[in-house]
């Protein structure tokens, strides 16, 4: 009896058992550094395709384009920004110089920019306006900078990656924050290169010294995270459908075909749709897609924007699988947006807030079958419902396959589940499944391989008084910061679509 009381008295004292640790999980694999994780947790951002494309009905500038030719007849930078709020979106990441080389921003280094076009009889700046509508408007802004350039008359010269380098000082010293910096892999080919209508082809591996630009990078914005086909903080998915792969790993190791340095536009990327569970980095999939069929503004597209269904159902496949959504949404020659290309924004975002206003899971009662160190108070089964993706559920360490049952006092009716691993501790999880009640037996309604920082399921409504979700094979303990339930006003009928959409 004196050692029955003198337990109770430990675990009063302590709130775990002898033995048994209530120290937080060691760190499995690759892990995020703070700024992959901010954007993680954004999950939706779009970009601004704007240029002299817009003008001349072009998808790609050859450079020889004049810069008479960008002159927007009603730019609206807070039109635009309002829109893409409305839509959910986090933040703006705008083409402050595409492959034409024509620079949004009176840039010092070059001529061919908005300086020497009739808008804003040539005092104008798109990056200062739509940088501040952002922040008008509660949203991150970001920029893409082309590495390649079909007007500079030093592209493919040292001189060059000089030229590219200021101007991305320009760019990150001179607009507020920035989230991103968005690094494209078309580099090199034909153009007009100051005058000289010729092709130049460079060595992607060697030419750019990409560790330089990225120390530019860290140093003028440490927050921002870098984009390209091997990161180093986000990659590319490898299609532009707006679908990442089932799973969908954040680790990654981008590789080329003939085991030469991977560099941007040179690796498999096709292997960046899954990545690789055991791959060498925390490297994310970003999923960038258009709204329309073209990136930039074609009037003959007006009538080809997708639906907010649409892009309800590409965001269950790729913020849902793990990665991030970036939708495009282009301006067009007036410099706004379509009212079209709104309109289903505007769809868009109320959809998102309709299918997740409610998370039914909050109410409650969650009982696990293990928790980690007896500790309730950090660890218990509640954490999975406090709304709070710092805080999680975790197990012992010899205990990998846990389950966690959620138990209602009335019976509800759900179509969606919503899972998030503490990815902070890395991506533990490899295979889970989850049941529901019915009928006096566990019936399971979905199972699926890795978690990650978010992973969706979307079917037919159930309607129960309990689920359960199981971890089915984890190579160390598992850490789950949610598992919430939600019910859209108007649930599918079929299947979302699938990756070929």
């Known amino acids: 009896m004196r050692h029955l009381l003198a337990l109770l008295a430990i675990v009063a004292a302590t709130g775990s058992l002898p033995g048994r640790t209530s120290a937080p999980p060691k760190p499995y694999g690759p892990l995020p550094a703070e700024r992959q994780v901010k954007l993680q947790e954004m999950e939706l951002y779009g970009f601004l395709h704007f240029t002299v494309n817009t003008f001349t009905d072009r998808e790609w500038g050859y450079g020889d384009e004049q810069e008479s030719v960008f002159q927007p007849s009603d730019f609206d930078a807070d039109q635009i920004a309002a829109a893409f709020k409305a839509g959910g979106l986090g933040g703006i990441i705008l083409t402050c110089k595409h492959h034409d080389g024509f620079c949004l921003w009176p840039s010092r280094y070059t001529e061919h920019s908005v300086k020497n076009s009739p808008w804003r009889g040539g005092k104008g700046d798109v990056v200062r306006e739509i940088s501040a509508a952002c922040r008008r408007h509660g ?23 000089t030229y590219y380098r200021n101007q991305l000082r320009e760019l990150l010293t001179g607009y507020g924050p920035v989230f991103t910096v968005w690094l494209d892999g078309a580099n090199g080919g034909d153009g007009f290169y100051g005058g000289a209508r010729e092709r130049r082809n460079i060595d992607r591996a060697t030419y750019y010294d990409w560790p330089g630009t990225w120390e530019v990078i860290r140093k003028l914005q440490p927050g921002a995270s870098i984009f390209s086909d091997v990161g180093p903080d986000t990659r590319w998915v490898g299609n532009e459908r707006g679908y990442a792969g089932d799973p ?30 055991d791959g060498k980095f925390w490297l994310p999939a970003e999923v960038d897609f258009s709204i329309r069929p073209g990136w930039f503004y074609h009037p003959g597209e007006d009538l080809k924007v997708r639906t907010p269904e649409d892009l309800l159902d590409h965001y269950f496949i790729s913020v849902g699988r793990g990665a991030t959504m970036n939708l495009n949404v282009p301006p067009d020659r007036r410099g706004r947006l379509h009212e079209n290309d709104v309109r289903s924004l505007d769809g868009f975002g109320k959809l998102l807030r309709a299918a997740f206003g409610t998370d039914l899971a909050r109410g409650a009662k969650a009982v696990a079958s293990n928790v980690r160190g007896g500790d309730a108070r950090a660890f218990g089964a509640s954490r999975l419902l406090d709304s709070n993706r710092e805080t999680y559920w975790a197990t012992d360490d010899g205990v990998l396959t846990p389950e966690i049952v959620l138990e209602f006092a009335q019976p509800v009716t759900f179509n969606i589940a919503r899972l998030r691993e503490a990815i902070r501790l ?15 037996a566990w019936t399971e309604f979905a199972k699926g391989t890795a978690i990650g920082a978010c992973r969706l399921v979307r079917g037919k409504p159930i309607t129960t008084t309990r689920v359960r979700l199981r971890i089915t094979r984890s ?3 598992p850490a789950i910061a949610e598992l919430g339930l939600f019910l859209e ?6 299947p979302a679509i699938g990756h070929d959409s």
């Open 139 to 161: 949203l991150k802004f970001g920029v893409y900078l082309s590495p390649w350039d079909r007007n500079h008359k030093d592209y493919g010269k040292p001189e060059y990656i």
């Open 426 to 440: 890395g991506q533990r999880v490899d295979d889970w499944a989850l049941e529901a009640w019915q009928n006096n």
């Open 475 to 477: 190579p160390v303990c």
């Open 489 to 494: 006003a108007s649930p599918p009928r079929e």
């Open 248 to 277: 969908c790993w954040a680790t990654y190791s981008p590789r080329t075909a003939d085991g030469t340095n991977p560099v941007p536009g040179s690796t498999v990327y096709k292997e960046g749709i899954n990545g690789h569970r």
